[in-house]
Structures are given as structure tokens and as C-alpha cells.
């Protein structure tokens, strides 16, 4: 009869060459998926297109903007004030304007004020906004 349990294993090896019989397997995956990845990443010898460069930090000149948002919370056109209720009239309308519409942001106004104004822009047709802010000092 056979027996219902398996023998022990009896082997001659110690634990270290054990140990290092099971690395091998390990150490063949490892060279394998490195060999994937230097066949599979094509390096070319294209270089990368230059960069714009960047104007100078210490200039005055300000990007030009549709709708400015000042510190106090007031909408300017054109360096008039004009109400949330008034931006239809002011803004050129959606269908006119070929690129997205620019607003210029005050630093300090709060995050809230900003989505009421972008909720409203887009209730009015607006599909494209950027937002232009000053980087913190």
C-alpha cells in the first residue's frame, strides 16, 4: 500500500544552496524583463526640439486679458468695472471670439469667487477659459 503523506524530503543540499537554487529562477526573470524593456524602449538619437525661451522675470509688460478679476473683487473690461450681470454685454460673445477667453486674476481672490465666475462664463457660452495669475513670491 501506498502511503498517504509524502516522504520528507531528504536532500543532501544545505540551506544556503537551497536558497540560492530558488534565487536562479528569480535572477533569470529579472534579466528577461530587462532585455524586454532594452528592445522594447526604442532609443533614438533625435533631439529634442528647442525650448521658447522664456522672457525675463523682471518685466513689466502684463499679458493682455479679456475680464481681469482685481484684489477687491471687481471685474474690469477694458479697465472698466462691470457687474456679473453686465459681462454678457461687455465680453465679446462666444461665437465671435476664436480663441479661449483670457481672465486675469488678482492673486488673493479666493478660489470660490473664481468658480461663481467661471459657472457664469459658461452659463453665458464660454467653453474655453485661461486663467491668468502671478506666480507667488
Known sequence: MTPLTPEPFEDSKSLLERVEDSLLPLINLVFLLLMFFIVAGQLTDTVLPEL???TAENTDEQ????????????????????TREALA???????EVMEPLRVGAAGVTAMNDLEALFRALEELGYSE???LTEPAE
Open 52 to 54: 521658447p525661451e522664456m
Open 63 to 82: 499679458p493682455e486679458a479679456d475680464l481681469v478679476v482685481n484684489e477687491q473683487g471687481q471685474y474690469l473690461v477694458a479697465n472698466k468695472p462691470v
Open 89 to 95: 454685454d461687455a465680453l465679446p460673445a462666444p461665437d
Open 129 to 131: 477659459v485661461i486663467l
